[in-house]
Nanobody, 119 residues
Framework: EVQLVESGGGLVHAGGSLRLSCAVS????????IGWFRQAPGKEREVVSS????????YYAYSVKGRFTISSDNAKNTVYLQMNSLKSEDTAVYYC????????????WGQGTQVTVSS
């Protein structure tokens, strides 16, 4: 059974930090890129960052570049999203997803974790 389980969301003040985790099971980790997406109320889901597990290639949306860092622990089949200097506009439900290629079609989604940044 394929599972992507997010954790680490919560409430934080603007300027603070959070680290999200995405634990993956049920497929070969190195065969996929793992992406972080977010969806704020009334807005479309957007990609935030993605990492190709096999070689560590990363992508960041312009809005988070320099503030967020994506990393993977291949031994633990886990991808992390370190979020620093959080802003109120980062408030959203954050999802991790498995993609066959970096920024490609999503094959599997996690259930999401809420991140709320208070101003």
């Amino acid at each position: 059974e394929v599972q992507l389980v997010e954790s680490g969301g919560g409430l934080v003040h603007a300027g603070g930090s959070l680290r999200l985790s995405c634990a993956v099971s049920g497929f070969i980790f190195d065969d996929y890129a793992i992406g972080w997406f977010r969806q704020a109320p009334g807005k479309e889901r957007e990609v935030v960052s993605s990492i190709r597990s096999s070689d560590g290639t990363t992508y960041y949306a312009y809005s988070v570049k320099g503030r967020f860092t994506i990393s993977s622990d291949n031994a633990k089949n886990t991808v992390y999203l370190q979020m620093n200097s959080l802003k109120s506009e980062d408030t959203a439900v954050y999802y991790c997803a498995a993609q066959r290629t970096l920024l490609g079609f999503v094959d599997y989604w996690g259930q999401g974790t809420q991140v709320t940044v208070s101003s």
